[in-house]
């Protein structure tokens, strides 16, 4: 992965730059290496590049200032959350301000009138839901690292979860934000009402990986907690009649709260590790929850029980106590350490397929797997077409991450060719960076560098990622069609 | 000479906006025109009718998804999803009744262009959260495209939110896919007579904090519930509060009636059915209770819902106004005198965010007036050199909703 190269004026400038940067957050900065060892990769850890300097600002204020300052002198600038991202959105650059919002970490204002909570975006995801459960609310979009990852990483990166077939991703429950733009303007955008006035630059920004903006605040929507949640395992013996089970779930009007799905290398990887109960010798695995009244969940769980018998399926629980629910989702939320045990190193895929194209993409991974002579276990959002398919390798032996991303790669193009997409909720970050020709052509692409350049016109906000070409913004903004140029279009008209 | 260009084809969409940049002659973007009153009048020489790029060209049901051509009538998309027992969550207003034409003409393009979203958005989300992808013209004269075919997506800027709401000054839509859902298979609505002000505004947020999942709540205050073609809500003599649910049969039993014991305090109880049930959310979703007379301008402010009560009152002490909430009160629908301008309108929204769009007045107001709310200052910047990413030479739908813009 080919990054920017390093400025090397800016780089001399260092200790000037240090400076600059302590007398605009006099206990924010960090700058000797082993001290910044730990913000040099994210969740991608096989990227690693040590910062040119760190900053921890406490206030919008400094950020506003700190922004300013770098976009006047050129130096480009790094945002990062908590740092949990899987495609190397927050991979700082050796000539770059990392821009940490771990100081961000309060919550602002809890509203049960409006059903909102305001909060800096260095709080957790599962914070937000802490500050409101004791009113039986809870924050919806729940991805995986929710105890570590931030409300302010989640709306960079547009985060999903388990529960976003039924309940949306990031951007179907933010209502407002405060951001700071590369020339230290602060931004509010909505709020405590629904639905942008103008542009709907929020819904942009949200997924826009810190290239457009620094987020500083943040108020979502929280929802009061379904009262009863029941979760049905179902094992086939060939995914094929797992991914059958689940059109045929919602082709009969039922959007489960949660529809995940494993493979066999994964139910024994999960079974190995905490005896969860799976059973071993199932093809494929489903976990359907149904979350609401006790009286419909009741109702929906027999006719999903119908519905997977009538899908063959050869095993089938219902949970009776929330005892029994927690045992059922324990091997699916402990699959990625499970699989992590089983071999040395593992690599996390992110692509999305139309949910009928199932078979197709199972049994063209389980073909390359042979080929590569590496494992592959899948875990899957299916009521989305959300795959997660791990690849199973060792760093230590020459070749074989190379090897492993070759792999990966094949499988995410595989996605697009389905139908599908690059990635579905990790981000493009700098892993997907360069596959982002298989899905969109270069006018595609230069559309939306263009409305980059709408917010930071040097290119100074997280550059390297998400674009697998960098062209400058007067480049991208020169017209092709001139003055009287194009004849009189020869099409119908009146 | 004024032209209208009618393409059949992206490829006729394209030669239409190149030459339109060639001569710097701007295009009015619109597919059967219904909503041509909304917004800031035009001024633009030709017309790009988008109205023959038309039809569902992908429909898979146990997808949840559904693509088609801008031009493409609502109401033939919606026979499509009823005849799979599914719709269109976000339930997107017909203006049919407020610009007084007939119902059922718009299109998919103009439902996504305007981000038209009814009762249930509070609880589905707006059409912006449907909108996956999308082909278009951008005002440079290039094809692009954005999103996909699927639900679970981040690959690249959204630029569908974008285009959601940018009535046609982005880019001329040449085909939307859209997220669809399962239609419910029941509805019931709990009425609640005589709450009024701060206490229909309790009601509606009991509602909406309890587990019973609301489908939407609106209230109607005496004098618009008097206008309903339901008996129920125009019998009741006072202001009606209304809570929908939806779901399958035994749990909207089961949510209605546990509603029913948890808004009793909040006033008499009864409850809406079938046909009455569905006439009603018509009513809120069209505001077509507030047709009438033709001669009020017809605003749409979305506020906090705890604020709404507030700016309601504000906005009677005004002057003449007849007004209702739906959204749980966070969205007002609002007939004012025409001596109303839109500075008291925007007044009363007051200190606590939110915004005010003029919906109907005549040309010559909506041209002097800022119908969208104003943006100054950095925020206002941000969107002009957004609409100049995508249309520097201002050809589509310029000064739609911004002069400038």
């Known amino acids: ?494 | 000479m004024a032209t209208t260009f009618k393409p059949e084809t992206e490829a006729q969409v394209l030669d239409a906006v190149r030459w339109a940049v060639s001569e710097a002659s701007p295009l009015e973007l619109v597919g059967t025109g219904t909503k041509r009153a909304l917004g800031r009048p035009m001024q633009a020489e030709n017309t790009l009718d988008l109205s023959a790029l038309a039809g569902i060209s992908l429909y898979e049901p146990e997808e949840l998804i559904l693509g088609a051509g801008p031009g493409t009538p609502l109401a033939e998309i919606e026979v499509a999803l009823a005849a799979e027992n599914q719709m269109l969550p976000f339930e997107p207003m017909d203006f049919g009744p407020l610009f007084g034409h007939a119902v059922g003409l718009g299109t998919i393009g103009g439902v996504f262009s305007c981000n038209l979203s009814g009762p249930r958005r509070i609880k589905a989300g707006a059409a912006r959260d449907h909108l996956l992808g999308f082909r278009s013209v951008t005002g440079r004269g290039d094809v692009v495209k954005s999103g996909g075919r699927v639900v679970k997506n981040v690959t690249g800027y959204d630029l569908s939110k974008l285009v959601c709401g940018a009535h046609g000054t982005l880019a001329a839509l040449t085909e939307v896919t859209f997220k669809v859902l399962p239609a419910p298979e029941k509805t019931r609505t709990v009425l609640v007579f005589g709450a009024t002000g701060e206490t229909a505004i309790e009601a509606m947020s009991a509602a909406m904090n309890s587990p019973h999942e609301v489908a939407s709540t609106a209230h109607l205050p005496a004098e618009v519930a008097a206008r309903s073609a339901v008996g129920y809500v125009s019998g009741a003599g006072g202001a009606v509060t209304a809570v929908r649910v939806e779901g399958v049969g035994p749990s909207v039993e089961h949510r209605c009636s546990a509603l029913r014991d948890a808004l009793a305090k909040f006033g008499a109880i009864e409850e809406l059915h079938g046909h009455n049930s569905a006439t009603f959310w018509r009513e809120v979703r069209d505001a077509s209770l507030l047709a009438e007379p033709r001669d009020r301008h017809i605003w749409r402010l979305s506020v906090a819902p705890s604020e709404s009560w507030r700016i309601a009152e504000r906005l009677h002490a005004a002057g003449e106004v007849m007004h209702f909430h739906d959204w749980a009160g966070g969205l007002i629908w609002a007939a004012v005198a025409p001596t109303f301008t839109a500075e008291t309108v925007r007044a009363a929204v007051g200190p606590n965010g939110g915004h005010a769009t003029l919906v109907r007045a005549p040309a010559d107001i909506r041209a002097a007036a800022q119908v969208f709310e104003p943006q100054s200052g950095p925020l206002g910047s941000l969107s002009a050199r957004v609409k100049a990413s995508f249309d520097p030479e201002r050809v589509l739908n310029p000064g739609r909703m911004y002069p400038g813009v």
Request: charged share 20%; aromatic share 6%; glycine share 12%.
């Open chain 1, 1 to 494: 992965m080919r990054m920017p190269e390093p400025d090397r004026d800016v780089m001399a400038q260092r200790a000037a730059i240090i400076e600059n940067l302590r007398a605009i957050a006099p206990n924010g900065v960090i700058a000797e290496d082993d001290e910044m060892r730990v913000y040099e990769s994210d969740g991608l850890s096989a990227y690693r590049t040590l910062p040119m300097v760190v900053v921890l600002p406490e206030t919008t204020a400094q950020v506003a200032a700190i922004l300013k300052y770098c976009g006047e002198a050129g130096i480009k600038v790094v945002p990062r959350g908590a740092g949990t991202s899987l495609s190397g959105g927050a991979l700082p650059l050796a000539d770059g301000v990392l821009l940490g919002l771990g100081k961000f970490n309060r919550v602002l204002d809890i509203d049960y009138d409006n059903r909102t909570v305001t909060a800096q975006p260095g709080v957790t995801n599962l914070a937000i839901t802490h500050a409101v459960q004791d009113q039986g609310f809870y924050y919806a979009p729940d991805p995986s690292s929710q105890i570590a990852c931030s409300i302010g990483g989640n709306i960079a990166e547009n985060s999903g979860g388990v529960h976003s077939l039924k309940y949306g991703l990031t951007t179907n429950n933010v209502l407002g934000i405060e951001f700071v733009t590369i020339d230290g303007e602060v931004i509010r955008i909505g709020g405590k009402h629904l639905d942008a006035e103008g542009y709907d630059l929020l819904g942009l920004l949200t997924g826009s990986e810190g290239l457009l903006g620094v987020i500083t605040e943040v108020t979502v929507r929280i929802l009061q907690k379904p009262s009863t949640a029941r979760a049905v395992l179902v094992g086939f013996e060939k995914s094929e009649q797992a991914g059958t089970c689940v059109a045929a779930v919602i082709g009969a009007g039922i959007i489960p709260g949660g529809m995940e799905m494993m493979d066999n290398p994964a139910i024994n990887a999960a079974e190995d590790f905490i005896n969860c109960g799976y059973p071993r010798d199932a093809g494929a695995l489903l976990i359907v929850e149904l979350d609401g009244p006790q009286v419909e969940v009741d109702y929906l769980i027999e006719r999903v029980r119908e519905i997977a018998e009538a899908n063959g399926a050869t095993s089938l629980r219902v949970s009776q106590n929330e005892a029994e629910r927690d045992a059922f989702w324990a091997g699916r939320k402990a699959a990625f350490p499970a699989v992590g045990r089983i071999s040395p190193d593992y690599y996390c895929m992110d692509g999305t397929i139309p949910r009928a194209k199932l078979p197709e993409i199972l049994s063209r991974m389980s073909e390359w797997s042979e080929e590569y002579g590496l494992k592959v276990a899948n875990v899957f959002h299916a009521g989305d077409g959300n795959l997660h398919p791990l690849i199973l390798y060792d760093a230590n032996k020459p070749g074989e991450l190379e090897k492993t991303e070759e792999f990966g790669s094949r499988i995410l193009l595989a996605c697009v060719e389905l139908g599908g997409v690059l990635t579905g909720e990790h981000g493009v970050g700098v892993e997907k960076r360069d596959l982002m020709g298989a899905m969109f052509n270069e006018e595609d692409l230069n559309q939306q560098q263009r409305v980059k350049c709408a917010f930071d016109p040097d290119g100074l906000l997280n550059p390297g990622k998400v674009f697998p070409e960098l062209h400058r913004c007067a480049e991208l903004g020169r017209m092709h069609i001139h003055k009287g140029q194009m004849p009189f279009p020869d099409i119908p008209r009146f």
